[in-house]
Structures are given as structure tokens and as C-alpha cells.
């Protein structure tokens, strides 16, 4: 095993002013699927039909305090360069026709290293974040602390200004388990295609694009390339959003020079109109969350982790069981596995063990037999039976099938080739997948099992339980209705049959 270690600071809350840590963090390793997300479009949509925001001028909330709006550039509040909508754009704009050739990708306002503008339209999403959604985007605020540490430098690898951090914080709510409507996963929200373009692989085993290293540096170099084509960031953004080829057509058809021009056009979806002041408020927000009426916030401890690199395919089961910590943890660490193991076409796989238990890990990391029975099953290719067939009869993919058996062309196989079968591990996917490959039905579920029972595990089998557990087969069989030969799926219930007494007892 080679390792090393990669130890996470946290720099930028020394800055925020936001206070301690809570001891137990609410990791992004709880399942979401998009139920956060849901939850906050619900708030907008109610808000924004119910109008229930305060007005520009209110003072609760806004950070122009004594400045109304205006058509032009109102000059200092503090050491903050406030920029207004006026009526020939965004006053202060990026040296496009009709705007002051000041670069604001790369002008620091008030610690931003965004462009930043105050108008009626950031005035009340500052005011829905602080209102309505206050419950919601306060538990997106607390992993700012936990997430923007390891994304930061990323982006100033890349050259970025590190505040597009925030675009993940609206994207995702960094929850690397998010999955929008429109099925884009992870921190940084991707579609598969998208994705794929800036190098993150998706397969059956595996999805980079919920990895927040990784994501973090495909969106870098995906939003570099739209300020490269665009010249301006809330272009930028808003082609993040909708795609660039409908900005593009927005600017040539409507005329206008920058996104506040294109946002009063009806060329951009109502999700792309609100998208940008957003991200702004968010912004504003997040770095004086107090000043907004955001406190008590549980703020989350950085991520820190060692590596080490474990001949495949590794069960983050025995992993966890190596470093004593539980599997949640385990996968907030390795948040491209789908299923709780290592893809088994990879040989050696580069894990994240919890920072300081790398020579604990050495010690304990033994995989019971259990663990190395739970990533595929083999499969003689018969006359007659495609990708396909296979695809269904076991609960996979064709693409999982390919990348398995390192497969360019389906069309080359033959009958009586092996076949390796991913089938879902550790209680992943269909639970009836392995049941159903070996034409058997899974055992139709009682109300409630009765007494003692035992969950299926990867590997188990009713001769395993039965030995562990003082039975017999035929005993176990008959207790759960079992047929002679049924396959067993992980995750599934068998009940024990009660305990003989002893005579005289």
C-alpha cells in the first residue's frame, strides 16, 4: 500500500467571523436525491407568486442602508462599490459597448472576487434567503465550512476567482447526493453529458460527478470556458444554467450587451432570470450571515482524510469496519462509489480513510470472504443471449456490462464467452437482481417477521445462517417459505425459528 495525506485548513472562516464548530455534523452523505432542492424551488415558487418580499428601500435586510436606486453608479458605501441597474445596463460592466471598461471578474469588493450589483431583483432573493427559505439555505450555510475549504483551491488553481464557490451553494445546496429533475448529479449539478465533455466518468460502479474534487474541477474549467466565450461572469452563470447556445441567441436576438439586458427579454426561462440574483444574495449572504438574521448555524468541520491505495475491488464495508467509523462516513469520503465498493475492473483503488487512522487501517484491514463475494457474479454467454438479455435477466446495464469486461464492441461477442455480471452490492439496486438471474421469485414479504431475524448480507447464504445461528437449512426454509434453491438478496429479512427450550428450564 502507498499512501499519503491530505490535510484540509480552513482558511476562509477565520474571515467569516461565524463562530465555532458543532461537534456532529449533518454530512451530504444523507441520501438527498434532490429532496432539498425540491424543497427550496417550493419556497421560490410560493414566494415569488405570493410577491412576500419587502421593497427595495426596506432596511432589514438590504446592505444600502440611506442609498435608493438610481440609473447610475452611486459611488462608496463603506469600502463596497455598489453598481446599479441603469438604463443602458449594468453600469460598471466588463468593457462591452455601452458599459465603463472596468473588469469586474477581477475587481475585489468588500472581499468578493465576484462582480457583485445590488438591485431590486438581488434585494429580493437577499430578502427570500433571510425570509422564507431562511431554514433551508441556514443548513446549506452550515457546510460552507465543511466543502468551500476543499473547492477553494480548486478554483484558484485554475485561475478563478474563489467565490464561484457560490454557484455550487445555489446548485446543490453541496449535497453530493443531489439529483435535479433534469437528472444533473452532484456539488456542481452536471448532466451526464456535460460531464463526460470535461473528462467525469458515469458508470454503473462509479459517478465523478458527485466527487467534490473532481466536480469542482470540471466546473472550473467548464465556467473558464464560458467567461472565455462570453467576457463576463453573469453571462457566464446564466450559460451554466441554460446552456450557452441560448445565451448566444438571447444577446444576438434581443441586442443587449450583458445579462441584465437579456433577463428583461422573454429569451431566458424564469429558472435563468432568478438564477444570477441568486447567486448574488447568496454571496452577500454568506459572507456576513449574522448581518442577515442567520444565527445559531450548526457550522460544519472540514473534511480531512489520508489516502491509500488498496488492491481492488475494495468493500468500503470492511474499510469502515478498519477505521471504526460507519459507513455514511466512509462514503462522504468516497462520494463517486455508487454502490459501497470499488468498481471491479479497477485493480487498485485510491481511498479516503478518515485523516489520522491510516496506520489503524493497515493494522484491521482484513476483508472477510463476505466482502470480496459482493461485486459480480459470472455469466457463460449462451447462443441466442446478447447484452441485452443480460442487461434485464440480472438488473444491470449494457453499459455496466461493457465496462466490466473491458468491451469496445458488443457486437464482437461470442456464445461461450465468461462474462463478468456486476450485480448492485452491499444493498444497492434491486434486491430480487440476483434472484431473478436464476429464474426464482423473491419470497413474497410476510407482514412482519415474528421473533428473532437476521438481514441478509452480501454473501450469505441460508447454509451460512443456519450454521451461525444453531439451525438447519430445512429449518430455515420452512419458517420463511423458502424453495428448495432460492436465491437470497441482499437486504432481505429471514426469520429465525425460535430458540428450544431446555428441559427442566
Not at 415569488?48 to 418580499?53: S, T
Amino acid at each position: 500500500m502507498r499512501a499519503s495525506t491530505i490535510v484540509m485548513a480552513v482558511g476562509w472562516l477565520a474571515a467569516s467571523g461565524t463562530g465555532g464548530f458543532a461537534q456532529q455534523p449533518d454530512p451530504a452523505s444523507v441520501p438527498d436525491e434532490g429532496s432539498e432542492l425540491a424543497a427550496m424551488e417550493a419556497v421560490e415558487t410560493a414566494a415569488f407568486a405570493a410577491k412576500d418580499w419587502p421593497g427595495p428601500d426596506s432596511s432589514a435586510y438590504s446592505p444600502l442602508e440611506g442609498l435608493g436606486h438610481t440609473d447610475r453608479a452611486r459611488g462608496l458605501r463603506g469600502d463596497m462599490l455598489v453598481y446599479e441597474l441603469g438604463s443602458g445596463g449594468l453600469l460598471g460592466g466588463h468593457g462591452r459597448p455601452g458599459a465603463a471598461a472596468v473588469d469586474l471578474g477581477r475587481i475585489r469588493l468588500n472581499g468578493f472576487d465576484i462582480p457583485m450589483v445590488i438591485n431590486p431583483a438581488v434585494e429580493q432573493y437577499m430578502s427570500l434567503l433571510s425570509g422564507s427559505g431562511q431554514k433551508m439555505f441556514s443548513r446549506w450555510l452550515a457546510r460552507t465550512t465543511r466543502y468551500y475549504p476543499i473547492m477553494r483551491p480548486v478554483l484558484r488553481k485554475h485561475g478563478l476567482p474563489e467565490d464561484l464557490v457560490t454557484v455550487a451553494l445555489i446548485e446543490s445546496g453541496l449535497k453530493y447526493s443531489a439529483r435535479s429533475q433534469a437528472q444533473a448529479v452532484g456539488p456542481w449539478q452536471f448532466v451526464e453529458r456535460t460531464g463526460r465533455a470535461y473528462g467525469l466518468k458515469s458508470d454503473f460502479w462509479l459517478d465523478e460527478r458527485r466527487d467534490f474534487i473532481k466536480a469542482t474541477d470540471a466546473a472550473a474549467r467548464h465556467l473558464k470556458d464560458l467567461y472565455d466565450r462570453f467576457g463576463d461572469w453573469y453571462l457566464a452563470w446564466a450559460a451554466y444554467n441554460t446552456g450557452e447556445t441560448r445565451v448566444a441567441r438571447a444577446l444576438a436576438r434581443t441586442g443587449a450587451h450583458d445579462y441584465w439586458g437579456i433577463r428583461e427579454s422573454s429569451m431566458l426561462a424564469e429558472e435563468t432570470k432568478r438564477y444570477v440574483p441568486k447567486i448574488i444574495a447568496a454571496a452577500l449572504i454568506t459572507k456576513n450571515p449574522e448581518r442577515y438574521g442567520f444565527t445559531g448555524i450548526a457550522w460544519q468541520p472540514p473534511l480531512a482524510w489520508d489516502e491509500v491505495e488498496v488492491p481492488g475491488p475494495v468493500n468500503l464495508k470492511a474499510a469502515a469496519r478498519a477505521t471504526g467509523v460507519d459507513l455514511a462516513a466512509m462514503q462522504e469520503l468516497n462520494p463517486e462509489l455508487r454502490y459501497w465498493c470499488t468498481p471491479p475492473y479497477m485493480t487498485h483503488y485510491r481511498l479516503r480513510i478518515p485523516q489520522g487512522s491510516l496506520e489503524r487501517f493497515r493494522k484491521r484491514y482484513k476483508p472477510k470472504a463476505r466482502d470480496q463475494q459482493v461485486t459480480y457474479s459470472r455469466h457463460l454467454l449462451k447462443a441466442g443471449e446478447t447484452l441485452s438479455h443480460l442487461a434485464v435477466k440480472y438488473g444491470t446495464s449494457v453499459s455496466a456490462l461493457l465496462a466490466a469486461n473491458r468491451i469496445a464492441d458488443a457486437r464482437r461477442i461470442r456464445a461461450g464467452t465468461r462474462l463478468i455480471v456486476p450485480v448492485r452490492p452491499c444493498g444497492g439496486g434491486p434486491r430480487a437482481a440476483a434472484a431473478r438471474a436464476n429464474g426464482h421469485r423473491p419470497p413474497k414479504a410476510a407482514a412482519k417477521p415474528v421473533g428473532r431475524t437476521v438481514r441478509v448480507e452480501a454473501g450469505d447464504t441460508l447454509w451460512r445462517i443456519a450454521a451461525e445461528h444453531g439451525t438447519t437449512v430445512e429449518a430455515l426454509q420452512k419458517r420463511n417459505r423458502l424453495k428448495k434453491g432460492a436465491v437470497l438478496s441482499i437486504g432481505q429479512v429471514i426469520a429465525l425459528p425460535p430458540k428450544k427450550k431446555r428441559k427442566g428450564k
